[in-house]
């Protein structure tokens, strides 16, 4: 991590293993191309580490703008051609309140209040495919 | 009656990650209450965004405003750019130019609560919100 301008510049959010869950908290306030990169290292990360799950923790987060919306929204449709599900964990009341005003409303992203609920969320989605056919209604 | 102001280029993406960062603390100087916070920060990102991909950067100025009996936060970008040829069209949403969702002109309209827009092609776009408090 390096400072620029008073920023703090990181070069990559990191990606945490669980089982076969993938957990993102992102605590920095993103520029555009670290979204990207974050984008690009978890589509790698859940084909590497054959991961059912990927839980991104937003909580920290006091604004989600179009750009950051838009990367939310890849995340989960890229993992979900990779056989993941995608959960988003923790926005704040008044950013979901702006996202609706901006004009996104995140369609096919799911949420969760907390990690606690996000984890049962990924678990029960686990356990359908596990105990079913593969097959799974969205 | 401007009570403080801070200006700033938009000449690289960690500059967006700036001028939200001022608008933000700029807001809280301000005594915005934190969904009117989070609205003009969001508008801020967008339009900033705007004016580095669009107008291939620019300047943002951020200025606690009293303009009795309205009290809040003003926000200008300004570019030299291209301009905008059809502004009607670049307010819908969806309509997008630069690969986006097409969500900035008219989303950060709906966050602020007065928005105003001038842009001539071949010298640039200005564009003006502010956010008041109440």
């Known amino acids: 991590m390096t400072i620029e301008k008073g920023v703090e510049v990181m070069d990559r959010i990191p990606i945490l293993k669980m089982g076969s869950f993938l957990l993102v908290t992102i605590q920095v306030d993103m520029h555009d191309q670290l979204a990207l990169a974050l984008q690009d290292d978890l589509t790698e990360r859940i084909v590497r580490d054959r991961a059912t799950g990927v839980l991104i923790d937003i909580s920290a987060l006091d604004i989600v703008d179009s750009f950051i919306g838009r990367m939310l929204g890849n995340i989960a449709s890229i993992a979900r051609i990779l056989d993941a599900e995608t959960v988003v964990v923790g926005m704040q009341p008044s950013v979901a309140i702006t996202l609706v005003e901006l004009g996104l409303s995140l369609p096919g992203i799911r949420t969760a209040l907390n990690i606690d609920r996000g984890m049962e969320l990924l678990r029960a989605a686990n356990s359908g495919v596990a105990a079913g056919d593969g097959f799974e209604e969205s | ?134």
């Open chain 2, 1 to 134: 009656m401007v009570l403080k102001r801070v200006d700033l280029q938009i000449t690289a993406p960690e500059d967006v990650v700036v001028v939200r960062q001022t608008t933000r603390s700029l807001a809280v100087e301000a005594g915005l209450s934190l969904i009117d916070q989070t609205k003009i920060i969001t508008a801020a990102s967008e339009l900033a965004r705007n004016t580095l991909i669009h107008g291939g950067g620019g300047t943002a100025a951020v200025e606690i405003v009293r303009e009795s009996p309205k009290e809040g936060l003003r926000l200008t970008f300004e570019d030299k750019g291209p301009g905008i040829p059809d502004l009607e069209r670049a307010m819908q949403d969806g309509y997008s130019t630069g690969g986006g969702l097409g969500l900035g002109l008219g989303g950060s309209k709906r966050l602020s609560s007065e928005f105003r827009i001038q842009s001539k092609a071949g010298l640039g776009t200005r564009v003006v919100i502010a956010r008041w408090k109440g």
